[in-house]
């Protein structure tokens, strides 16, 4: 079973600076299948990029995911008020499709 | 547009079984994974296991013991069972849809609101 470690845990920063989250896994993500969400509070997940690196449908291009293998990240430019939530990634090439632990955007 | 409208009973005792339908509206079951997955404080978002349109079922190795999957397609729902629940299954339920992209696989697209389950003596 593939585990998905994310960090940081918390990142605190103001609107207009831009963001860097990490997720590593275990294991070698198959055909590089990670996908990232977006939660909000009551909300369920938003999915924002799937594939490693392309955006879901009405996806601001603000936000954009790279990475491969073992080592994915999701960055955002220039952050905007909505966009201070909990950010999750997830592998779906291997079942059971595990999803990582949550990287928390707070305003600073 | 295709919407997931899930319900099912939100508080259970220790023992009881955990029943929830997902409805799929505005569109068809062919073609697609058919996915529940859960949230709790304490374990986070654990994917429970899916249906495919035919019927073909993949659980969790951690909870297939207690689970099953199941369609009704003539009313375009699907179901979610578990059996002899704990406090440990309360959670907040969501149901999903996977979709086929060439390049980018079977990626988790579309998602219900979610149910909240709490088991309680």
């Known amino acids: 079973e593939i585990v998905l470690t994310q960090s940081p845990g918390t990142l605190s920063l103001s609107p207009g600076e831009g963001a860097t989250l990490s997720c590593r896994a275990s294991?070698?993500?198959?055909?590089?299948?990670l996908a990232w969400y977006q939660q909000k509070p009551g909300q369920a997940p938003r999915l924002l990029i799937y594939g490693a690196s392309t955006r879901a449908t009405d996806i601001p291009d603000r936000f954009s995911g790279g990475g491969s293998g073992t080592d994915f990240t999701l960055s955002i430019i220039r952050l905007e008020p909505e966009d201070f939530a909990v950010y999750y990634c997830?592998?779906?090439?291997?079942?059971?499709?595990?999803f990582g632990q949550g990287t928390k955007l707070e305003i600073k | 547009q295709v919407q997931l409208q899930q319900w099912g009973a939100g508080l259970l005792t220790p023992s009881e079984t955990l029943s929830l339908t997902c409805a799929v509206s505005?569109?068809?079951?062919?073609?697609?994974?058919w996915s529940w997955i859960r949230q709790s404080p304490g374990k986070g978002l654990e994917w429970i296991g899916e249906i495919d349109h035919s019927g073909g079922t993949y659980y969790n190795p951690s909870l297939k013991s207690r689970v099953s999957i199941s369609l009704e397609m003539s009313r375009t729902q699907f179901l979610l069972k578990v059996t002899s629940v704990t406090a440990a299954d309360t959670a907040v339920y969501y149901c999903?849809?996977?979709?086929?992209?060439?390049?980018?696989?079977?990626?988790?697209?579309?998602w219900g609101r979610g149910t909240l389950v709490s088991v309680s003596s």
């Open positions: 294991q070698t993500v198959s055909s590089n299948y």
């Open positions: 505005g569109g068809s079951f062919r073609g697609y994974y």
């Open positions: 997830q592998q779906y090439g291997r079942s059971p499709y595990a």
């Open positions: 999903a849809r996977r979709e086929r992209d060439a390049a980018a696989g079977w990626y988790f697209a579309l």
